[in-house]
């Protein structure tokens, strides 16, 4: 009987892992993705507020606004990425929860076979 829970064990964990393994895989991609077009993005366009500005008296204010403006992007990035990480679920949860559920049917079988 403890073999076939420790076994219970194994698959579970198995599953979790899986599932680890594909939310990080989906995560990665799709952080890729974004960063490298936000990347391409923002330098298009501060090459365009650069060409635009650049023969008047506003071309010094215009590149201050974009370095401020991403630095409030990084910031709320940070804020968010924080919240995602929170949010997320332990590493190994499911077999946490069984654990301590078996473990408390394991230990009334022990102490009943002690009387």
């Known amino acids: 009987m403890l073999l076939r829970h420790l076994v219970a064990y194994a698959e579970l964990a198995g599953l979790d892992l899986a599932k680890t393994q594909r939310d990080i895989a989906a995560q990665v991609i799709a ?23 650049w023969d008047t008296h506003y071309r010094v204010a215009a590149i201050a606004w974009m370095g401020g403006g991403f630095v409030l992007v990084a910031v709320l990035a940070a804020l968010y990425r924080s ?33």
Request: proline share 2%; net charge negative.
């Open 31 to 53: 952080a890729v993705m974004v960063i490298i077009g936000v990347f391409f993005a923002l330098l298009m366009g501060c090459l365009l507020v650069v060409a635009y500005t």
């Open 83 to 115: 919240n995602v990480n929170r949010a997320q679920t332990p590493f190994l949860a499911s077999v946490r929860r069984e654990w301590q559920e078996d473990r408390v049917i394991l230990e009334r079988i022990l102490a009943s076979d002690e009387d």
